[in-house]
């Protein structure tokens, strides 16, 4: 597809000529809209459970942001592996979008956990690191090494699945190892940038009930 766009491209079409694409990337780009509407839906979902679950609308922010680290990984994958991206990889990246999120739940509930409790952040940090670290690479692994036999192509008819496994190997595992130290980095900037605000509102309120 893209040398037929390059070709045309560098021969000018007559006037009134217009090219197009049909048959299976009609339906691919079509597809592909569907799944991008989907992604979108299910961004917005996991976004408004999360944010009732923990009474708060900025720690889902904080477990999002390992959904933009995964796809550091997929595309890595796809660059390691040299398989074509696929209407099954978008499903893959849907599918990431729901399990990565897991971990970094893991990590925040048992830091807010500990801070309820009485700990000091960095504090309830450490502890949340070292406690939940198991669980977390558990629940990875499993999920990484069921993937290997539909990655590695195994089986009649695995290769159409192919991509869906290298999405979710490479992107859930880029995330995991990433998520144990950026989320609780956002999540301590959070809260000093929360404590700052905090801060000045009351210095405004102090301020203002002096000058009346």
């Not at 390059?6 to 000018?12: F, S």
């Not at 000093?192 to 203002?208: P, Y």
Request: hydrophobic share 50%; no cysteine; charged share 15%.
């Amino acid at each position: 597809t893209n040398l037929m766009k390059k070709v045309v491209t560098d021969n000018q079409l007559p006037t009134g000529v217009t090219y197009g694409f049909g048959g299976n990337q009609e339906q691919f780009a079509d597809v592909m809209k569907d799944l991008v509407v989907a992604l979108t839906a299910a961004v917005l979902l996991i976004y408004f459970i999360l944010a009732a679950q923990f009474e708060s609308y900025t720690l889902p922010i904080i477990i999002m942001v390992s959904a933009p680290l995964s796809l550091i990984g997929v595309f890595l994958g796809f660059i390691i592996t040299r398989v074509n991206f696929s209407i099954m990889s978008m499903v893959g990246i849907i599918m990431l979008l729901g399990i990565v999120v897991n971990n970094a739940i893991i990590l925040i509930d048992y830091i807010v956990a500990l801070r309820e409790k009485g700990h000091e952040m960095i504090e309830a940090i450490k502890i949340a690191g070292r406690t939940r670290l198991r669980p977390i690479f558990m629940t990875t692994g499993t999920t990484v090494f069921g993937m290997i036999p539909m990655a590695l192509g195994i089986g009649q008819g695995s290769e159409m699945y192919q991509g869906m496994a290298i999405t979710v190997i490479f992107g859930l595992t880029f995330s995991t190892l990433l998520t144990l130290v950026i989320i609780p980095v956002v999540y301590v900037l959070e809260e000093k940038l929360r404590s700052k605000i905090r801060k000045k509102i009351r210095k405004n309120r102090s301020v203002f009930k002096d000058e009346n």
